[in-house]
T-cell receptor
Framework: DVKVTQSSRYLVKRTGEKVFLECVQD?????MFWYRQDPGLGLRLIYF???????EKGDIPEGYSVSREKKERFSLILESASTNQTSMYLC??????????????FGDGTRLSIL | DQQVKQNSPSLSVQEGRISILNCDYT??????FLWYKKYPAEGPTFLIS?????DKNEDGRFTVFLNKSAKHLSLHIVPSQPGDSAVYFC????????????FGKGMKLTVNP
C-alpha cells in the first residue's frame, strides 16, 4: 500500500511566520501534489510536482511556494503566513508517466491554524 | 468557473438501501472520472474510477455510471452501510496524459442504522 506521510497533524503558527509543511511518500511516485480543503470549497490544488526540482502552479498558488529536492519529499512553504491560510492541507502522490486517470494517494492532512 | 459540480451538499439514506451520489461536469475534454471517500481527520481514499469510453464500472457494492451526452456521472452504493457515512468527492482528469485532477466540492453521505 502507498503511504503518504505528512509531518504534522495539527500546527498553530502566528501571522507573518514562515511555515513549512512536509510530506513524504514511500512508493517512488513521480508526481506529488499539495491541496487545501476548506468548507464548501472542496479540494483546491496549490502546487504540483512531476519530478525532482520540477513544479507547476495549481489553481491557488499565491502566498505559497514548494520545494522538491528528493523524489520522496515535497514541502509546502507559506512565505509569510496570514490568517486566510488557516485550512486543512493535504498532500498526495501518484505514479506518473503522463498517464491520465491515475488515482492520487493522500496523506491524512495537516490542520494549520494561523493566529 | 466550476468544471466539476456536486450540486447536492448532503444525502441521508437508511442502512441497506441504495445511495446515489451525482456529479456533473462541463468540460468535454475530461477522459477519466474518479470517486473518493473522506472520513473526518483522514485524507481522501480512492474508491472507483471510470474511463470516458465506458458507461459503467462496478467494484463490489460500488458502481459508477457515466452519461457522456448529459455530462453526468453517478456513484451507486448498494447496500448502503453505516460505515459508508463520509464525504464523497467526484474528480476528473483531462485527456492527453494530464495527471492533475479537478475535484468537486464534495457531498456528505449519512447512512442511518
Amino acid at each position: 500500500d502507498v503511504k503518504v506521510t505528512q509531518s504534522s497533524r495539527y500546527l498553530v503558527k502566528r501571522t507573518g511566520e514562515k511555515v513549512f509543511l512536509e510530506c513524504v511518500q514511500d512508493m517512488d511516485h513521480e508526481n506529488m501534489f499539495w491541496y487545501r480543503q476548506d468548507p464548501g470549497l472542496g479540494l483546491r490544488l496549490i502546487y504540483f510536482s512531476y519530478d525532482v526540482k520540477m513544479k507547476e502552479k495549481g489553481d491557488i498558488p499565491e502566498g505559497y511556494s514548494v520545494s522538491r529536492e528528493k523524489k520522496e519529499r515535497f514541502s509546502l512553504i507559506l512565505e509569510s503566513a496570514s490568517t486566510n491560510q488557516t485550512s486543512m492541507y493535504l498532500c498526495a502522490s501518484s505514479l506518473g508517466g503522463r498517464v491520465s486517470g491515475q488515482p492520487q494517494h493522500f496523506g491524512d492532512g495537516t490542520r494549520l491554524s494561523i493566529l | 468557473d466550476q468544471q466539476v459540480k456536486q450540486n447536492s451538499p448532503s444525502l441521508s439514506v437508511q442502512e441497506g438501501r441504495i445511495s446515489i451520489l451525482n456529479c456533473d461536469y462541463t468540460n468535454s475534454m475530461f477522459d477519466y472520472f474518479l470517486w473518493y471517500k473522506k472520513y473526518p481527520a483522514e485524507g481522501p481514499t480512492f474508491l472507483i474510477s471510470i474511463s470516458s469510453i465506458k458507461d459503467k464500472n462496478e467494484d463490489g457494492r460500488f458502481t459508477v455510471f457515466l452519461n457522456k451526452s448529459a455530462k453526468h456521472l453517478s456513484l451507486h452504493i448498494v447496500p448502503s452501510q453505516p460505515g459508508d457515512s463520509a464525504v464523497y468527492f467526484c474528480a476528473a482528469s483531462f485527456q492527453g496524459g494530464s495527471e492533475k485532477l479537478v475535484f468537486g466540492k464534495g457531498m456528505k453521505l449519512t447512512v442511518n442504522p
